[in-house]
C-alpha cells in the first residue's frame, strides 16, 4: 500500500451511504472535514473488503475500445473506471421503420461485480429486437409492429461494405458487442409506435432478468452463492422522430438538452429519494426493517449536519437501504431480495443451514422471507420531442453524483460534438471529485484502480446528438459537392458506348460513397450529393451508418445469396489485403458481367429509397489509400432498363472510369482522413468549452499547492 493511499483512507472523511457531509459538533465545531456534497445514489466508498472480494471473485473479459461504431456521428461514449474492473457497461443499437430510424442506447451499472451488468451488454437489446421485429423469446411469431415487406439484416444481406470493421488476423472474428455494438438480424415495422416500445422494454427487461436468474440459479447449485448479491441498474432511451422512450430501472439517468436547458428524462429508483422511501411503506406498513436508515442532526437555519443530537437539531434520514443491504428499489439481478429459494438470511441458505462463505450478513437481523422487495421491471417514460431539443445524455449514476443537471448540459453544449462532449463530461466529473477530496491530478495518478473507488464511482455517459452542429453540417455537405464533382468530371470522359448508352438504360446519374472498414461496423464516412438523390436520405442521414441501411423494406425474393456472397470476399480481401481471405466463396461473376475482366466486382441489388420506392442500384468496388488509411468507395447509377441489355463494353467502360475515379478522388482530395473526419479538430478543445472546463480545472490545479 502507498503512503499516499494510506493518507488518504486516514482522512477519515464521513461518509453516510454515499453522501460525505459536513460533521459538527452540536458545541459549533467542525468534528471532521469534507465539503459539503450533493446527495448521491450509492456508496462512493465500498468497504475496503467488499471491494477485494470482488475483484478476486473473477476478472472480467477484454472489452473493446469503442471507435466509429453505431453512427458515431451522432453518439459519443466515454467511461471512467473507479473500481478495480469496471462493473459500468452500455450497449446500442439502431433499427429502421420505414425510412426513420429507431436509437436505442443503454447503460448498466453494475453493483457486487462485473457480471450482471456484462451479461445485459449483450442479451437487453438482443430481447428487445426479438419482440419488436420477430420472434421473441418463448418462439411466438409476431410482435407490437407488424412486418411489412420483411428483410433480414444479417451479415451475409448486408449492404455494399459489411460490418467487418477492425478486422484481426484471418480467421479471428471481432467481438462487436464488446465494444458496446449490438447487431442483429431485423425486420422493418409498418410504423413507429412509441407506447408499443414502451411495453416492448417492459418485456425485454422482465425477460432478461429472469434469463439471468436461471444462470445464477444454476451457479448457486454448484456453490456459488454469493452470486445472489450481483445486480445492476439499467437505462434504455430510445429515440424517434417524434418521441423519447426511456425505460429505467434503478440509480441511472436521462437528460434532455431542451432549449440550452436540462430536461430529466426520467426519475431515480433509490431509497434515498423521499417518495421511494414513502412507497415502500405504504406497501409493507407491517415490515418495519423494510427502510433501514442512517441518521444525521440537521440545523434548520444553517442546514448544518451533525452526528449526534443537540437542541434544535431535526433528525434526518442521509442514506436508506431495503432490509439494510441495498439502495436501489429496482434492479437487475440481486435475487436475494426478489426470490425465497435464492435470499441468504444471516449469512445461511434457507433450507441449508450451513454457513454461506460469500453471504454478507444481514443489517440489524432483517427478515427476508416476504419478497420480492425490488423489480427489474422498468418504469417507462415517453415524452414528445420538441423543435429546440439538442441532445440526450445517458449516464450512470457516477455522472449525476458529482455534477448537477445544469452542469452537465453546459459542459455537453459548449463541447459542440457527442464523442468530445462525453469526454469532457467524464473528465469533470474526475475533478470534481479530486476537488471535494483536496486531491491533486498527480496525486490521483499514483492511486491504484482498487484505490481510486475511494474517490469516485465507474462514470459511464452516453451522448446523442438529435441534430448534427451547423459547422459539421455545411462542412460535409461540402465534401458531398466536391465528390460530385469528381464523379461527374470523371463520368464526362467517359467512353462513348457508357456516353451513349446509359441514357437507354436509365443510368441519368452517377453517385459514389466511401466507407471506412477500420472503424466499427464500416460506416459511410462521406456520400456524394448524387447519392442523396438517389436515396432521398440527407447526407448527415447516411454518413456513420453501414449503408446497408438501404435494404430495409426490399422484400426478400428480391435478395439473393450470391451478390450477398461476392460482397462478403470482396471486403473480406479489400480490409485484411490477404487473398487467400477468399477461400471458399462464391466469387462468380454475374451471368451478365461473365465476359468482363474484374467482373466480380459489378453489383447489382434492389435497394429502397427513405419514400419507399424500391430501385436496381447498379455499382462497382474499388479499394483507395489516402494518408496511409484503407478507405472502399462505390460507384453506383439507379437501372431502369434490364441489365442483360447493358453489354459489356458499357460495363468496361463503367470499369474504367471507376478507376479514374479512384485515383481522382486519392489525388484531389488530400488528406482524406481529415477531411473525412465527422469533427476534424475534436483534438483541438473548442474555445467554449476550455472556458467552462477551467472551473473545474482551476480548481484542481489549486489543490496541488496545498
Sequence with gaps: MSTFSQRLRSRNLPWFGGRRIILCDPGGGVMRGGNQIRMKSADRRKPRYERQWNAAFGRPPARSKVQGAFNS?????????????????????????????????????????????HFLERELLQQVRKRMFGEDARGKSGSYFSPHNIT????????????LGKKGSPGESTPVADAGAIQFDSIVPTAVDAQGIGRVLTEAYNEADETLKARISASVQLGFDRFVRLGACVITCAITDGHYVVANAGDCKA??????????????????????????????????DLVQCVH????????????????????????????GVLQPTRAFG??????????????????????????????????????????????????????????????SDGLYDLLS?????????AAGNPELAAGALTEAAKLRALEELGLSAKEYESLTPGDRRDVHDDVTVGVFYLEFPDPWRQKISR?????????????????????????????????????????????????????????????????????RFLNYGVPQEKLDNETASRLRAFTDVAVSGDPLAVAGANVAPPRWAQDVIGGGAYFLRWNRTRSGELFQNLFLLRQIWAEDRTYLIALQTKLEGDI?????????????????????????????????????????????LKEVMRKFRKKTKSNATR
Design 255 to 288: 437528460l434532455l438538452c431542451r432549449g440550452g436547458k436540462a430536461v430529466p428524462l426520467s426519475r431515480l429508483h433509490n431509497l434515498n429519494m423521499p417518495e421511494e422511501r414513502e412507497r415502500l411503506r405504504q406497501e409493507r406498513p407491517n415490515e418495519k
Design 334 to 395: 440481486d435475487f436475494a431480495l426478489k426470490s425465497a429459494d435464492l435470499n441468504i438470511t444471516l449469512g445461511s441458505f434457507p433450507g441449508s443451514g450451513s454457513k454461506s462463505v460469500y453471504a454478507r450478513p444481514v443489517v440489524n437481523g432483517a427478515d427476508f422471507s416476504k419478497g420480492p422487495y425490488i423489480t427489474a421491471a422498468p418504469e417507462v417514460r415517453i415524452v414528445p420531442r420538441e423543435a429546440g431539443d439538442e441532445f440526450v445524455i445517458v449516464a
Design 644 to 688: 442483360e441489355k447493358v453489354g459489356g463494353s458499357i460495363l468496361e467502360e463503367l470499369n474504367a472510369s471507376c478507376d479514374m475515379l479512384s485515383r481522382a478522388i486519392t489525388r484531389r482530395m488530400t488528406g482524406l482522413e481529415q477531411v473525412l473526419h465527422p469533427y476534424p479538430d475534436h483534438g483541438e478543445e473548442p474555445p467554449k
Design 405 to 413: 443537471d445544469d452542469e452537465i448540459v453546459e459542459v455537453a453544449r
Design 479 to 547: 465534401v458531398s459537392e466536391q465528390l460530385q464533382s469528381v464523379c461527374d468530371e470523371v463520368l464526362k470522359s467517359a467512353g462513348s458506348n457508357l456516353k451513349n448508352g446509359k441514357g437507354s438504360m436509365g443510368m441519368q446519374e452517377f453517385s459514389v460513397c466511401i466507407a471506412d472498414p477500420s472503424l466499427e461496423d464500416c460506416p459511410l464516412v462521406a456520400v456524394s450529393k448524387g447519392f442523396e438523390r438517389l436515396t432521398g436520405y440527407r447526407v448527415e442521414d447516411c454518413v456513420g451508418r453501414n449503408c
Design 73 to 117: 456521428m451522432r453518439l459519443g461514449l466515454s467511461q471512467l473506471e473507479g473500481n478495480t474492473f469496471c462493473e459500468d457497461r452500455y450497449a446500442f443499437d439502431e433499427l429502421y421503420a420505414n425510412g426513420s430510424s429507431v436509437f436505442f442506447v443503454s447503460v448498466i451499472d453494475g453493483h457486487g461485480g462485473w457480471q450482471v451488468a
Design 296 to 323: 444525521a442532526w440537521k440545523d434548520p437555519a444553517t442546514s448544518r449536519l451533525y452526528e449526534r443530537p443537540g437542541p434544535g437539531l431535526e433528525k434526518i434520514e442521509t442514506a436508506c437501504y431495503v432490509k
Design 152 to 163: 433480414s439484416d444479417s451479415e451475409e444481406k448486408g449492404g455494399y461494405f459489411f460490418g
